[in-house]
């Protein structure tokens, strides 16, 4: 059974800072791995996809990097912002074709 | 191409009565899947289904909870006699035809409370 963990649960960090969130998976059978961003009462924002067969992928100030062998997915976000506050989820997708998601890495960036 | 519509946004209901959730998919997506959010805790995924078929059950509670995707319409999760432990935020997702490698698109919640 897929379980996902991230770690870690809350990060405060000031403004500028660079940051790096983990997410570990343990089956390695996954078909993509996803990371989200929820702010609170609201839903989930698609961040970065990244398909099994790849190694990382760049949006903006947010680089995703997977690593399926070991189970590690890593989010790294340059020079946070305020507006970068949010709950974070990864979540990965197996043969049955649904997501399983972690917990969340809840981000509080401080101005 | 709008997003992943799903409504009411806010539900209240009495204990015992009947929720209906419904999700309308991204245009040219066939595939639903519904995730429940507990406060403080991770989405658990309940349904997965394609057009007129349930694909995977595996996460819906055995009793009162039922979900559907028919052929014309927006995908329904139904829930009877809601109990107070109902109560959570339930999000839709829909995928794009092939399965598997795709990313996936989540409506904005319908937040279920039963008073």
């Known amino acids: 059974k897929q379980e996902v963990t991230q770690i870690p649960a809350a990060l405060s960090v000031p403004e500028g800072e660079n940051l790096v969130l983990n997410c570990s998976f343990t089956d390695s059978a996954i078909y993509n791995l996803q990371w989200f961003r929820q702010d609170p009462g609201k839903g989930l924002t698609s961040l970065l996809l990244i398909q099994s067969s790849q190694r990382e992928q760049t949006s903006g100030r947010l680089n995703a990097s997977l690593d399926k062998s070991s189970g590690r997915s890593t989010l790294y976000i340059a020079a946070s912002q305020p507006g970068d506050s949010a709950t974070y989820l990864c979540a990965v997708r197996g043969s049955q074709g649904n997501l399983i998601f972690g917990k969340g890495t809840k981000l509080s960036v401080k101005p | ?115």
């Open chain 2, 1 to 115: 191409n709008a997003g992943v519509m799903q409504n009411p946004r806010h539900l209240v209901r009495r204990r015992g009565q009947e929720a209906r959730l419904r999700c309308s998919p991204m245009k040219g997506h066939s595939h639903v899947y519904w995730y429940r959010q507990l406060p403080e805790e991770g989405l658990k995924f309940m349904v997965y289904l394609q057009k007129e078929n349930i694909i995977d059950e595996s996460g819906m509670p055995k009793e009162r909870f039922s979900a559907e995707f028919p052929k014309e319409g927006p995908s329904i999760l139904r829930i009877q006699q809601v109990v107070r432990g109902d109560s959570a935020a339930y999000f839709c997702a829909s995928s794009p035809s092939e399965q598997g490698a795709t990313e996936a698109f989540f409506g904005q919640g319908t937040r279920l409370t039963v008073v």
